[in-house]
């Protein structure tokens, strides 16, 4: 008990700066488990973790000046072993050498349509010449022809060839191994012509004799929801304007042409397909606006209910599902912590967009998914968000010691102005993230500016607005 205290008296103390240290040194551990050559001890944790908290309560008692890289080394010494945990936790086979032409049977666990076919993700449950031990957890291959209709929970029988996840071309290239290694895809491949379907959906009787966990169980509903209007957007629109909408509504870009991607990342607007901040943060802003304004039309309603609160509450409820129906991504997840945590703050009347909620957010993903730190959607997004948040509280803070009235602007200031927000907003995001794109991509883009000044206001007022509408409608 008198660690605890000392613990909580330690960070009542530093609460300016504990989060920092806390975030900066989980990234640290993590990042340090990953570029390991090989896999450490298991139970290294029983030593390292007492021994620091041990020097780090020793260090408060005696008041010892290192006591912040004690804290720190203790962090790292966490993130290190959560990052450890997780790759213990989401083991699963792994295919260990090449399968030509083999017969499968499987339950379609979520579909995408690409150029020319459909990208299936894959449980297997029969896979000839290979023990049932062995199975992988997940199978991702590539079908394409004339596919016939696929609806998540369908067993299908295909003949397929089937290979272990590729590692990275190069030492520090993209790792798809890695990737699929913690999405527990354990081999992949494509099917010699369509596969043929043997079931159209799982029975409830073959779920729970099967033992189906609930975790497969939600995601298949929302797979399922996810690909209706996936397959919705595609068949109602023509041509790139269904793919770049299914998009938008589930993130699925599979169907979106090679030419309209580099069209997209050479404009700068390659942020607009994947859903992140702006989309989730629109649907949840518009929902929010719209139900507030609904209940203000009754007085009874407005005088006597907390119309504000309630509101916040359905926005989080929209919120959290667009999450699940847009694939619960890396940028998503980050997305959606920031916007409930804004939603919470409105609940408990207390100030939002803060540089700690950043850090609240970042901690999270990373207890919950410490592999993500690795990937080019976590720093880009959270090195985006950051930059955003800092540079704004700068322009805040100037606005408030100036004295400026925003009120007292006419309306071509105010029009003028959210240009101009546009404008700052791109420039801060674009070098926020310019490091990271060099890094990954080789390449920046080069009319981001002025493209974002049209698209961005077009995406607020207009394009996602109406994907609320359809959301709303789709039922």
């Not at 990271?436 to 920046?444: M, V």
Request: aromatic share 10%.
């Amino acid at each position: 008990m008198k660690a605890v205290l000392l613990f909580q008296h330690f960070l009542a103390e530093e609460r300016e700066r504990w989060g920092l240290w806390l975030v900066v040194g989980l990234g640290s551990g993590i990042a340090l488990y990953f570029s390991l050559p090989f896999e450490p001890w298991p139970y290294l944790f029983a030593v390292t973790l007492p021994a620091t908290g041990i020097a780090l309560m020793l260090g408060r008692r005696q008041r010892w000046q290192p006591a912040y890289p004690v804290f720190m080394l203790m962090m790292i010494v966490l993130g290190f072993h959560l990052a450890q945990v997780r790759t213990h936790m989401v083991a699963a086979p792994v295919l260990e050498k090449e399968m030509a032409a083999v017969s499968l049977v499987a339950e379609v666990i979520a579909l995408e349509p690409v150029a020319g076919g459909v990208r299936l993700l894959l449980k297997p449950q029969s896979i000839e010449g290979l023990e049932e031990k062995m199975y992988p957890h997940y199978l991702r291959l590539v079908s394409r022809g004339d596919i016939p209709q696929l609806d998540t929970g369908s067993r299908v029988n295909a003949l397929a060839s089937l290979a272990p996840p590729p590692p990275a071309a190069v030492p520090g290239d993209y790792d798809f191994a890695r990737n699929a290694y913690f999405k527990q895809i354990g081999a992949v491949g494509f099917t010699y012509g369509p596969p043929d379907v043997v079931t159209s959906q799982v029975s409830t009787e073959q779920v729970f004799s099967r033992g189906r966990r609930l975790q497969d169980t939600w995601q298949g509903w929302w797979n399922e929801q996810r690909q209706l209007l996936a397959d919705t957007a595609l068949s109602e629109l023509p041509g790139q304007t269904g793919a770049v909408t299914a998009a938008l509504l589930t993130g699925q870009r599979g169907a979106i042409s090679e030419a309209t991607n580099e069209a997209m990342r050479h404009s700068g607007l390659a942020h607009l397909l994947a859903i992140s901040g702006l989309h989730l943060g629109l649907i949840a802003g518009t929902s929010f606006f719209v139900v507030r304004a609904f209940l203000c039309l009754w007085p009874a309603v407005a005088l006597r209910w907390p119309v504000k609160k309630i509101a916040a509450c359905c926005a989080l409820a929209m919120a959290f599902c667009y999450l699940f129906l847009a694939g619960a991504t890396i940028p998503t997840q980050r997305a959606f912590i920031m916007t409930g945590l804004v939603l919470l703050a409105v609940l408990l009347d207390r100030t939002a967009l803060t540089l700690r909620l950043v850090g609240l957010a970042a901690l999270l993903v990373l207890v919950l998914s410490p592999e993500s730190l690795l990937g080019a959607s976590f720093q880009m997004s959270f090195a985006a968000v950051t930059g955003l948040v800092a540079g704004y509280e700068i322009l805040r803070e100037r606005k408030a010691s100036s004295g400026s009235d925003q009120d007292a602007r006419g309306r071509l200031q105010k029009v003028s102005g959210y240009f101009l927000g546009v404008g700052i907003t791109t420039v801060i995001a674009t070098l926020a993230t310019a490091p990271f794109a060099l890094y990954h991509f080789n390449g920046l883009a080069s009319y981001g500016l002025l493209a974002n000044l049209v698209a961005v206001p077009l995406t607020a007022f207009w394009v996602m607005p109406a994907a609320l509408l359809v959301l709303l409608a789709t039922p």
